[in-house]
Nanobody, 113 residues
């Protein structure tokens, strides 16, 4: 059974930093990543990383966010720096194996101005 357990969300002031973690279990995952859904908006891709370490970011977070993964731990991280109120959203971990994609339960990130 596949499980994704997220941690690290919270409340931070603008300009601050947070680090999200997502521990996955139950399969071998190729692409892992983070998505977010802001209030009143559609869910959007934030960043992805392959097993080989190739990364991809949405333009709005480039230079501020860094995605990484530890394949031994099946864990993906999202280091978020220089946060702005526009980053406020529920952040969802995503992991894909050869069969399908899986989602975490979501973790709230709130950035105050």
């Amino acid at each position: 059974q596949v499980q994704l357990v997220e941690s690290g969300g919270g409340l931070v002031q603008a300009g601050g930093s947070l680090r999200l973690s997502c521990a996955a279990s139950g399969s071998i995952f190729s692409i892992m990543g983070w998505y977010r859904r802001a209030p009143g908006k559609e869910r959007e891709l934030v960043a992805t990383v392959t097993r080989g370490g190739t990364t991809n970011y949405v333009d709005s977070v480039k230079g501020r966010f860094t995605i990484s993964r530890d394949n031994r731990k099946n864990t993906v991280y999202l280091q978020m720096n220089s946060l702005t109120p526009e980053d406020t959203a529920v952040y969802y971990c995503n992991a894909n194996d050869i069969f399908r994609g899986y989602w975490g339960q979501g973790t709230q990130v709130t950035v105050s101005s």
